[in-house]
T-cell receptor
């Protein structure tokens, strides 16, 4: 059973557009929700993260929106650039033990 | 400077031939993790060490073992690699398992091919 569901699987956005990736979770024992960016042949790199007591967090062009009641969170990439083309993983971390559960990933392609 | 270093970057082994992947960290973190990531899939946790305490995931095959001789180093041993074990293996660290120190730092991974 997939504990963190991510969509879409792939996304194509024009340069300057907004990229939106959505995730949903089921387990209320998660207390930390990071997003990772992964380029081909590289390990995931932490992009931005949020705790469930916050509804939104913004860092530069990247924003996480968090809806605790709906158990959903999303990543918005404003003014998307070709250099943002990568695979993005949402994740959720158990408050005990620290295990990180990843979503299935979204392959983002930003066209010039 | 790289903080979580994995060697080698690419590893080719033969079916059934034992292979060891290595990871070192300069962060002095307590926790070290090994993830397996197959093509176009999410990373999957195999096991982790909290200091010297080993924690195996329930669905990690016995074929996968790990050693952590000291704080800085952790090894992944695959005793008899099968074709299905071809994947990217990611090492990660975190300062702790709880509170504000859960942030994971990943290495660049070792891409394992099994011939």
């Amino acid at each position: 059973q997939q504990q963190v569901k991510q969509s879409p699987q792939s996304l194509i956005v024009q340069k300057g557009g907004i990229s939106i990736i959505n995730c949903a979770y089921e387990n209320t024992a998660f207390d930390y929700f990071p997003w990772y960016q992964q380029f081909p042949g590289k390990g995931p790199a932490l992009l931005i993260a949020i705790r469930p007591d916050v509804s939104e967090k913004k860092e530069g062009r990247f924003t996480i929106s968090f809806n605790k009641s709906a158990k959903q969170f999303s990543l918005h990439i404003m003014d998307s650039q070709p250099g943002d083309s990568a695979t993005y993983f949402c994740a959720a971390r158990y408050n005990q033990g620290g295990k990180l559960i990843f979503g299935q990933g979204t392959e983002l392609s930003v066209k010039p | 400077d790289a903080m979580v270093i994995q060697n080698p970057r690419y590893q080719v082994t033969q079916f059934g031939k034992p292979v060891t992947l290595s990871c070192s960290q300069t962060l002095n973190h307590n926790v070290m993790y090994w993830y397996q990531q197959k093509s176009s899939q999410a990373p999957k946790l195999l096991f982790h060490y909290y200091d010297k305490d080993f924690n195996n995931e329930a669905d990690t095959p016995d074929n996968f073992q790990s050693r952590r001789p000291n704080t800085s180093f952790c090894f992944l041993d695959i005793r008899s690699p099968g074709l299905g074990d071809a994947a990217m293996y990611l090492c990660a660290t975190s300062r702790s398992l709880a509170g504000s120190n859960k942030k994971l730092f990943f290495g660049s991974g070792t891409q394992l091919s099994v011939l």
